[in-house]
């Protein structure tokens, strides 16, 4: 089937698209309603991927998104999606509810400023803030952003499909008290003493403020793992949602693995409570930086809990070869530094009649996507 085939109207798709950096999550719910859930740039077009996939299905964004979530505000997930909010101008969105609060929105002042020449994802928070304040002046539809917390309803919908009337539900596990409470910290540490010998505001390493998403649409669980890592406090993390959790009716069958694999996003609670036994895993890779994630132990982990595991692209850069060295001397000369247009690139979709069986799933792997079990062939 085409890449471009939309999904039929009573069909659920899970679509995550990905490059070594950045990841964007498409879903659709049935019945021509769609969810968008972070945000990255197609290396082809130049824009944000879910526009363009959609554009090329033939839907209409202005009407047909429901509902657009940041899990959080590190640019490897967001980039480019101010731009989706503006083109979606029926949907609400749903921030962590971290930042709603003082604190951060003391980071987009001090982003403001001339002495800050970049942010790490908050630019593009910028642009959100600023389009809900034109919207309201000029009296545009309008809905407050959501706050996404522990066990909350982002998003309740009832679906015509045929004679059926199915329910769709979305509801975020994360963050909880105690996670904002760090985050608020973490974002502390980002005043003005740092920022006087820095032209960048770069985000807190940690992830307390990620929003993780239970998605209930008729008898499929989907879980969406954000970057969720899991800590040494019982009050944060992946441990708090395991044990306190309200929102668990039955367990998933899709799973979107959180950090890119890595072993510090890895709660066996989650494998072992939440997920069906075998269930359909797919992630990104993070092709920058010295470490690269999911690494072979994190692969080895993965495979060994289902083999069902998928992944949008290699977890390797792919080396740009110079076929002349008078080429590759002088651009070396003219710049500090040289990386590829992007590094790798893939989509993960899946996709099942919304009354099929949770294993009913159909797997379809476009561009650099591929089984994480053909990697651990490599290692």
Sequence with gaps: MSEYTPPAVDELEVSLFGPGYGEAIILHLGGGKWVLVDSCIDPITKTPVALSYLDRLGVDVAQAVSLI?????????????????????????????????????????????????QSSGIDEFVHIFHQLEERKKRGVRFNAPKFALADRVLFRDYISVGETTIESKILSLSPSDEAVFQALLAFEELFPDRLESKKRITSPSSNHASVVLWCAIGDSRILFGADLECTANPRTGWSVIINDSSSFDQKASVFKVPHHGSKNAHYDGVWNRVL?????AILTPYNRGAKRLPSPDDIARITSLTPHAFLTTRPTARQTKWHKKIVRDTIRQSTRMMRNAHQGWGHIRLRKSIGAPNKAWEVELFGDARSLNEETQIY
């Design 69 to 117: 979530v940041a899990t959080h505000w590190h640019d490897d997930h967001v980039r480019g999606i101010s731009t989706v909010f503006q083109e979606c101008r029926s949907a609400d969105l749903a921030i962590s509810t971290a930042l709603s609060k003082q604190e951060f929105l003391k980071l987009i002042g001090l982003y403001s400023a001339p002495t800050v020449m």
């Design 276 to 280: 069906i036994q075998n269930p359909f």
